[in-house]
Structure formats: structure tokens, C-alpha cells
């Protein structure tokens, strides 16, 4: 747990009696495992989702098959009906979606490997972040990267959101 | 990829042109984390769950209200709904489920920390592994032997029922 930023993102979630619910692309599993890692994990987790497929982005999140065509799977639009998916269709308070590409096939001049959108959502908000890593990492070291970057997003997120109420 | 079960896996999927869902409780996540590491997963990964909550495994898996209550969430009974409930309420070949007490809390006498049940399934067969892990290991020490153990076991599931098609 080396920044232990899923210890900061805990503590927010205990002291406020509030839960996140998390929907994976390309990150596999891995957000989710992170912030499983934290003893007590269930008081704020009831259900994630890893969505791979475009079909279960729709079947289980809500994400609408037109913005599937028109904008992509990996795309800003993708990340945020997936978190807003997650907050119309499960109990959670907050929302955490990832898409993006990790390669190391899959990439295009437009959306090379490397780049993730990742989408926090409440029940009053939605922010999507863009970010860019080197197309050249390894898909796993790209996997770990794209998590500290989500995790991070997230915290900043919440306190917004904590603060706001 | 200490012991490249992972990839072992992939290329029975890959080979065999079938699809894995998985259902994880205790390991958070990480089971499909460690399976989507493989480059090209997405070729046979659409869905998987992290079913915390009770709720959860009953509405996206199918496990039984009365199953719960009577054996409980760490339970073989338990293991074998999930894995049963992921081949039908999804598209998948095989299932992979895990449930069981990563700690450092939520142990008991009969059912200590480090305990889990792994459910295999497939159209045909569904197998639930029972191991007990040391109950003194670290949380996140205990998530990683329990991956570990999970594909295991369902390496074998698989080349077993690849062999008997």
C-alpha cells in the first residue's frame, strides 16, 4: 500500500456512513482490490463490477448503446454513464468508473494505449478525468498506474462532494 | 505473474474459444485483477462481480435468501450458488467464485479468518474447494493466497471439463 491513498479514501467513506460502488474496464479488477484491501472495506462495498464488454456496460450500468457507437467504449461520454450508471442502479453514494486502454494492443492514433477516462459521480455531481500515460509501459504497470490515478481522482471527489453538503 | 497460472488459464480460454465470469467476496476484486493482467482477456472476459453484500450476491448472482441464512455467506453452499448463479445469469462457460474471511475481523470458531470456499462451474459440473489458510496471515497476504489458490483449482476445473467434452 505504498501512497496508502485507499486508507484515505476508508476513512472519508467510515467517518461520513457513506458507499462507493465501483465499475471497471480497464483496470480489471484492480481499483476494486485496492480498496478491498482496507480492513473494514465492507462497511462501504456492496457491489462492483468489472464491465469488459460493451454488452455488460449496458446491461448492468445503463450505458446507452448509441453513446457506445458514436463516442466509444473509451471515451468521456462511457465514463460518465457508467459512474452515473452505478449511482442510478445500486445504493451507493458514490461512484467510480474506469475505461481506457492498457494494451498493449487495442490502441489507435486517437486513442492510443494508454489513455484513461475515468468518471466519479454522487447523487448531485459527475466529473470525468483524461489522462494520458506513456503508450510504452507495460500493461500491468500501466493497470497500477491507472489506479493511483483513479484512486487519487477519487479522494479529490469526495472531499468536494463531503464538503458541499 | 509469479507463477503464470494466469496465462496457463488464458490459453485453455483462448484455444478452446470459451468465456470465464467470476464472482469474488473475500478477494475484493483481485482474482479478476490477476486475470485480466493477460494481454488479449478481454477475448474471453465480459462480466465479473465483486459481491460483497448479501444483497448483491442474491440480485446479480441468484444465491438463495434461505441459503444465506441457513449456512451462511462463507459457506460451500454459498460458493456453489454463486458459481451456479454466474453460468446462468450470464453468458459464460465456466464460473469462478470466492467466499470467505480475509480478516482481521469477521472470524470465528467455525469459521476463522483465512477460510475460504472457491465454487468452479460450468454447463455440466460445479466443484466447491474448501482450504483454510493460517488465520494469523496479514489481510492483504491472505487475498493474494486465496488468488492464488482459486485459479489453481480452477485450472484444474477447466482441463477436466475441456477433456470431457
Known amino acids: 500500500m505504498k501512497d496508502n491513498i485507499e486508507i484515505k479514501i476508508a476513512e472519508l467513506l467510515f467517518k461520513s456512513n457513506k458507499t462507493l460502488s465501483i ?3 480497464c483496470t480489471g479488477g484492480l481499483v476494486s482490490s485496492v480498496m478491498t ?5 465492507s462497511a462501504y462495498t456492496a457491489i462492483n ?3 469488459y464488454s460493451n454488452s455488460s456496460k449496458m446491461r448492468y450500468l445503463g450505458v446507452k448503446e448509441s453513446t457506445l457507437e458514436k463516442f466509444g467504449a473509451v471515451s468521456s461520454q ?3 454513464e457508467m459512474a452515473l450508471g452505478l449511482i442510478a442502479n445500486t445504493d ?3 461512484a467510480l468508473a474506469t475505461t481506457g486502454i492498457a494494451g498493449p494492443t487495442g490502441g ?3 486513442k ?3 489513455l484513461i477516462y475515468i468518471g466519479a459521480a ?3 455531481n459527475c466529473r470525468v478525468l483524461m489522462q494520458s500515460l506513456d503508450s510504452n509501459l507495460d500493461r500491468i504497470v500501466l493497470k497500477k498506474g491507472f489506479t493511483r490515478i483513479a484512486l487519487g481522482f477519487l479522494y479529490e471527489f469526495i472531499i468536494g462532494e463531503l464538503d458541499n453538503e
Open 37 to 41: 484491501d482496507v480492513s473494514g472495506s
Open 92 to 94: 451507493a453514494d458514490f
Open 108 to 110: 489507435s492514433k486517437d
Open 49 to 51: 463490477f468489472v464491465t
Open 112 to 114: 492510443p494505449v494508454g
Open 122 to 124: 454522487s447523487k448531485n
Open 78 to 80: 462511457t465514463a460518465q
Open 23 to 25: 465499475a471497471e474496464s
